[in-house]
């Protein structure tokens, strides 16, 4: 059974960076779209980003749109969201998750990381 470990959460300074790492145990990410998303406490969730399996097509929300980039290294299992320009609104919980297809539009997401928290603020 796969299972998904994020890191690369912290406290950064507006106008700062986050990478955030989504790495896979006990199965492949290869054919598997993997996406992104967030909660704040006061919020629902939203997706912050996907990527396909078929093609590294990805898909952003517009909240985040061009302050950040999902990447994926299928030779290290793991999938990758730089963050640039954070804002104090993108704090809250990222949590990444695993597509039951190859692509972000027909996927299923049933395969969650535990989540790490990112706190932006002066």
């Known amino acids: 059974q796969v299972q998904l470990l994020e890191s690369g959460g912290g406290v950064a300074q507006p106008g700062g960076s986050l990478r955030l790492s989504c790495t896979a145990s006990?199965?492949?990410?290869?054919?598997?779209?993997v996406a992104w998303f967030r909660q704040a406490s006061v919020n629902g969730r939203e997706t912050v980003a996907c990527?396909?399996?078929?093609?590294?097509?990805?898909t952003y929300s517009p909240s985040v749109g061009d302050r950040t980039v999902i990447s994926r290294d299928n030779s290290k299992n793991t999938v990758y969201l730089q963050m640039y320009n954070l804002k104090s609104e993108d704090t809250a919980v990222y949590s990444c998750?695993?597509?039951?297809?190859?692509?972000?539009?027909?996927?299923?997401?049933?395969?969650w990381g535990q989540g790490t928290q990112v706190s932006v603020s002066l």
């Open positions: 990527i396909s399996a078929s093609n590294g097509i990805a």
């Open positions: 006990g199965g492949t990410l290869d054919y598997s779209a």
């Open positions: 998750a695993m597509g039951s297809d190859r692509e972000c539009t027909s996927s299923d997401f049933q395969t």
